[in-house]
């Protein structure tokens, strides 16, 4: 059974910086499209980056040049890296894993899901 875990969160002034980890178990990260996700107070969850199993990313336009998703093979781990975090980057940041083709950044048929951890960005 594959499951995530992700660590990293925390609270953190706008302009500051965050590495959200996602550690898998039970299944692997190499060769698997995996993305972050959030899901911000009374909005719908939207997708912030994805990276594909050729190692391609996508990233939402609103994080573009401040994040960057990437994986670790050997510790069979997902990351993102958060600069110049503004207060809209506030919510829970979900890792996810999606078998098959494609990786879009939906997040929609993507299985299984971590847990969460909360990013709370201060003005």
């Known amino acids: 059974q594959v499951r995530l875990m992700e660590s990293g969160g925390g609270s953190v002034q706008a302009g500051g910086s965050l590495t959200l980890s996602c550690e898998v178990s039970?299944?692997?990260?190499?060769?698997?499209?995996m993305g972050w996700f959030r899901q911000a107070p009374g909005k719908e969850r939207e997708g912030v980056a994805v990276?594909?199993?050729?190692?391609?990313?996508k990233y939402t336009s609103s994080v573009k040049g401040r994040f960057t998703i990437s994986r670790d093979n050997a510790k069979n781990s997902l990351y993102l890296q958060m600069n110049a975090l503004k207060v809209e980057d506030t919510g829970v940041y979900y890792c996810?894993?999606?078998?098959?083709?494609?990786?879009?950044?939906?997040?929609?048929?993507?299985?299984?899901w971590g847990q969460g951890t909360q990013v709370t960005v201060s003005s």
């Open positions: 990276i594909a199993r050729n190692g391609g990313t």
């Open positions: 996810a894993s999606k078998i098959g083709l494609g990786c879009p950044i939906d997040g929609i048929t993507f299985y299984p």
């Open positions: 039970g299944g692997t990260v190499n060769n698997t499209c």
